[in-house]
């Protein structure tokens, strides 16, 4: 849950805390932002890096247009202003993985205004109280190298792969004010980009990342002067980051002390945050327009066009499945946090639609429970992602259909979806191999249920007292004999007439 009334407590009382947001999310593209290097991770140190990125002499940026796009299509997802016209301006600072010797960004005149998301703050409840955090601006900029200091006892290395990936830094309104809200706004967030296809959202390899700003104040008072924590890349360092930062301001300030505008680092291993640098304002680094590159000028057409490539949301598809499907909100929710979830769930409803000669619509409540209470299940267990499961959605579907055509029961279908995660077979195979198949003969039900009966005389009179509870005593003793073969719905309309004829 997200607590909005959240609250550090000191010695003079009760603290808010304020939090602001500056995600960077490296933009889908093969190739950087001002230049044709690849962008690909995991290369060795130096490998992907053009002329332009080595800031060789003479050599001028040319601008990527599926960045520009790519841009443009995260601000009309995040229902943002697109600006038609926007500029690049060079940010002037001196740092060894920098070779230019500035950051082409944009401060002025950025390609995306304001916009806004709507965060739940219960993510159990998604259709209850939600809040709306405020978008400031988007806008496009390149990423600097990278500083590797253990590969040399004396000296640090530069790796120049990362120089000039183009990032999108997606700024907040501070509007946030607990830990939680903060990492649930980031959680949305990040799977807006992944819909949208703009950025992956692998914060492990660095494509997304936040620099999170906090200040304190008492309730309702004026802000207080806010830290900056950079490159944080985890929810759960975003949620730390927030509470050791908030706690050491009021402490500091209890103490008698003054919070300094300045940029601090996160140490995880201490869980702590800890001085970097003071936090420069925008004339400190000499902002300029870019003389190598013009202003970038977009058309309606291609702002149409952009709107028009976009997907179904995760908004507007959690509606529809419980609109439309009849899901519940949490299941609705469950399904649509990531796009990948929502492709497998429509896969495998389209599969068990047509094995069963249904609609969707009917379909989909037992596609949607199994898929989260059996599959998602196993997959934690198993410690797998659903990209990674050795269930496919066909077989899924297949195995849902064996069930509703009476060929399975609830608990064959477990037995034969175990094998399945160990063996990858399909569901029919296994069947027919092990066995398994439900019966509906009623003969050989009855024959069981008569011996159980006459076992258990004692509890048939019981029963017959008015002891109803034992009537599941008797189904389970039936189905146990039976191996959990026999149909349930004959299992209990048997037992109904053995006991009460």
């Not at 800890?274 to 420069?280: A, F, Q, V």
Request: proline share 4%; hydrophobic share 40%; with cysteine.
């Amino acid at each position: 849950m997200v607590v909005s009334e959240y609250r550090i407590q000191g010695e003079t009382g009760e603290w808010e805390v304020v939090i602001g947001l500056e995600v960077h999310a490296q933009i889908t593209s093969k190739a950087k932002l001002f230049s044709g290097a690849s962008t690909e991770f995991g290369s060795e140190p130096n490998c992907n890096v053009s002329l332009v990125d080595a800031a060789m002499p003479g050599m001028l940026p040319v601008v990527n247009g599926e960045c520009i796009r790519q841009a443009v299509r995260t601000g009309l997802a995040l229902n943002a202003q697109i600006n038609l016209w926007s500029r690049f301006d060079r940010k002037n600072y001196f740092y060894a993985d920098l070779p230019q010797g500035y950051q082409i960004s944009q401060l002025y005149h950025p390609i995306v205004g304001e916009g806004a998301i709507d965060v739940p703050l219960d993510e159990k409840d998604p259709d209850g109280e939600v809040k709306t955090i405020g978008i400031e601006r988007l806008h496009v900029e390149q990423d600097a190298g990278k500083l590797m200091h253990d590969q040399h006892p004396t000296m640090s290395y530069v790796d120049l792969n990362r120089s000039g990936v183009a990032l999108m830094e997606i700024v907040s309104r501070p509007d946030m004010g607990s830990p939680a809200e903060a990492a649930a706004y980031v959680r949305k967030l990040r799977s807006i980009l992944r819909y949208v296809g703009s950025c992956d959202g692998n914060m492990e390899q660095g494509s997304m990342r936040a620099d999170v700003n906090v200040s304190v104040r008492k309730p309702g008072g004026e802000l207080g002067t806010r830290t900056e924590t950079k490159n944080v890349n985890s929810m759960r360092f975003i949620q730390q980051v927030v509470e050791t930062e908030a706690r050491r301001q009021v402490d500091l300030i209890e103490d008698g002390g003054t919070v300094v505008q300045e940029t601090r680092l996160f140490d995880p291993d201490k869980g702590e945050t800890r001085s970097m640098r003071s936090k420069e304002d925008a004339h400190d680094y000499r902002y300029f327009p870019d003389p190598d590159l013009l202003p970038v000028e977009l058309t309606e057409e291609f702002v149409a066009e952009a709107r028009a490539s976009l997907p179904e949301l995760p908004d507007a598809k959690r509606h529809r499945y419980e609109q439309e499907l009849g899901l519940s909100a949490y299941n609705a929710a469950v399904l649509t946090a990531e796009a990948e979830t929502a492709r497998w769930f429509e896969a495998l409803l389209t599969e068990s639609a047509a094995a069963q000669k249904a609609s969707e619509a009917d379909v989909a409540k037992p596609a949607a429970n199994w898929l989260i209470s059996e599959l998602f299940g196993a997959l934690n267990r198993l410690g797998k992602n659903l990209d990674e499961s050795p269930v496919s959605h066909e077989h899924g579907a297949e195995l849902l259909a064996l069930v509703a055509d009476g060929t399975l029961s609830g608990t064959l279908a477990k037995q034969v979806f175990e094998i399945m995660l160990e063996t990858g077979d399909a569901p029919a195979e296994i069947v027919e191999e092990k066995g398994l198949k439900q019966t509906s003969d009623t003969g050989a039900i009855e024959t069981v249920i008569a011996d159980i009966l006459a076992a258990n005389a004692d509890k048939v009179e019981e029963y017959r007292g008015g002891k109803d509870k034992l009537f599941g005593f008797f189904v389970g003793q039936t189905m146990k004999a039976m191996a959990g073969k026999a149909n349930p719905q004959v299992v209990n309309e048997l037992l109904r007439k053995a006991l009460d004829g």
